[in-house]
């Protein structure tokens, strides 16, 4: 199954640093909320550092269901 990358549209508020750090992996909606486009089109190391640099950590990354690896 893999890595699992989830946004909490409640928690999000659309500064789009995610977007800027992996740019392959996230998009804004037309809401201006963060979405997941791809989870697979970076490595593990890029989406991990774009989830630690969410200000609202609304970014949950799990691998295979374990406990999430971050933030």
């Known amino acids: 199954m893999g890595i699992q990358v989830r946004v909490d549209r409640g928690m999000c508020m659309g500064t789009g640093e995610c977007v800027f750090t992996a740019p392959t992996v996230f998009e804004l909606d037309r809401d201006r909320k963060a979405v997941v486009k791809d989870a697979t089109a970076a490595d593990q190391e890029s989406i ?13 990354v799990t691998d295979d ?3 999430p690896l971050g933030p």
């Open 48 to 60: 991990l550092e774009a989830a630690n640099g969410c200000p609202n950590f609304a970014i949950t």
């Open 65 to 67: 269901g374990n406990p």
